[in-house]
């Protein structure tokens, strides 16, 4: 069994990111899927950047 929690928000000036879902229970095996978010509000936004860490003895990153 696998507990996953993520802060939900993090911020750069007036804009945030946020992941969903923000946590989660999963059992060793199972394949779930986490969308990235961006909120600027009104602003406009060209480009976003984001660094995810994670410890990889405990997950496997799998791209589509």
């Known amino acids: 069994l696998l507990v996953v929690n993520v802060p939900t928000g993090y911020a750069a000036g007036s804009a945030s990111l946020s992941l969903s879902p923000s946590g989660g229970n999963y ?22 950047e984001a660094i995810l860490s994670y410890d990889q003895s405990k997950l496997q990153q799998r791209w589509r």
């Open 27 to 48: 059992k060793v095996g199972n394949t779930f899927s986490v969308t990235i978010y961006e909120n600027s509000g009104s602003d406009p936004v060209n480009v976003v």
